[in-house]
Nanobody, 119 residues
Framework: QVQLVESGGGLVQAGGSLKLSCAAS????????MGWFRQAPGKEREFVAT????????YYAASVRGRFTISRDNAKNTVYLQMNSLKPEDAAVYYC????????????WGPGTQVFVSS
């Protein structure tokens, strides 16, 4: 059973930066991809970014492209989300997720970390 734990959330002013981390444990092998999602109050959970674990290919939601950067440390089984130029609309609970194969969607989810952005 893969366990994911996010960290790095908090309060930041609009225009500021935060870096989220997500450490994975319990894997018996590698994984296919990891990603970040977010959910704001009253809204559905939405995709933010994903990274392929083997070749590092990345993909972003249009709303964060150019401001957010997803990266990974394979040796530490950790994925990061560098968030720059934060906007009030980026405030949400951010969830890390693990996608074990290309034949499945994201299988495992972390409990989330809260990001607040003050205007």
């Amino acid at each position: 059973q893969v366990q994911l734990v996010e960290s790095g959330g908090g309060l930041v002013q609009a225009g500021g930066s935060l870096k989220l981390s997500c450490a994975a444990s319990g894997r018996t092998g590698s994984t296919y991809a990891m990603g970040w999602f977010r959910q704001a109050p009253g809204k559905e959970r939405e995709f933010v970014a994903t990274i392929n674990w083997s070749d590092g290919d990345t993909y972003y939601a249009a709303s964060v492209r150019g401001r957010f950067t997803i990266s990974r440390d394979n040796a530490k089984n950790t994925v990061y989300l560098q968030m720059n130029s934060l906007k009030p609309e980026d405030a949400a609970v951010y969830y890390c997720a693990d996608r074990s194969s290309s034949n499945s969607w994201f299988d495992y989810w972390g409990p989330g970390t809260q990001v607040f952005v003050s205007s």
